[in-house]
């Protein structure tokens, strides 16, 4: 299985580490979406200042997924801090599919209730340059994202 992931920015390329130890069928949903070229265009929808920014939907509004299953969650002990990059889902604890953020502060309320996948190792200044907003007015985009 792939080490890590990058997600390419207009700003920059972000490297995620990934965490098959925590969340085995996330990151090889993560890992089959990313080299199916899912991901590429995909904007950020959602990017709130101190807190985080969500992507993964394909049509860009936060109502979508892929067309594979939804997932069971694989919670963990993990915390939600500064670069961890976690599943978004619904009130459902296993409805993740292919929406994920990356938290930019201290999230501790959604431990052990959202899947973390991964952690940002390098470009998380990219991940801090994203438009914000609900959605923003123009959504930073994942370019290219791809396993490695």
């Known amino acids: 299985m792939a080490d890590t992931l990058t997600i390419t920015l207009a700003t920059g390329e972000v490297v995620i580490r990934l965490r098959p130890d925590l969340a085995p069928n996330h990151v090889g949903r993560i890992v089959e979406l990313a080299n199916s070229g899912f991901y590429d265009g995909v904007p950020f929808h959602r990017v709130i200042p101190g807190f ?3 992507g993964g ?21 993990q915390p ?11 009130s459902n604890p296993d409805s993740a599919n ?12 959604l431990d052990r209730q959202y899947t973390v996948w991964g952690e940002v ?3 998380m200044e990219h991940v801090d340059a994203l438009p ?7 959504p930073g985009r ?7």
């Open 52 to 54: 985080m920014a969500q």
């Open 132 to 138: 914000k907003g609900e959605p923003p007015r123009a």
């Open 80 to 90: 939600h801090v500064r670069g961890v990059c976690s599943m978004a889902r619904t």
């Open 121 to 123: 190792t390098e470009g």
């Open 98 to 109: 292919s929406q994920f953020f990356i938290c930019f502060d201290d999230a501790g309320f």
């Open 142 to 148: 994942m370019i290219q994202v791809r396993s490695n």
């Open 57 to 77: 939907c394909p049509d860009g509004r936060g109502t979508g997924g892929s067309s594979l299953p939804d997932l069971k969650q694989e919670f963990s002990a």
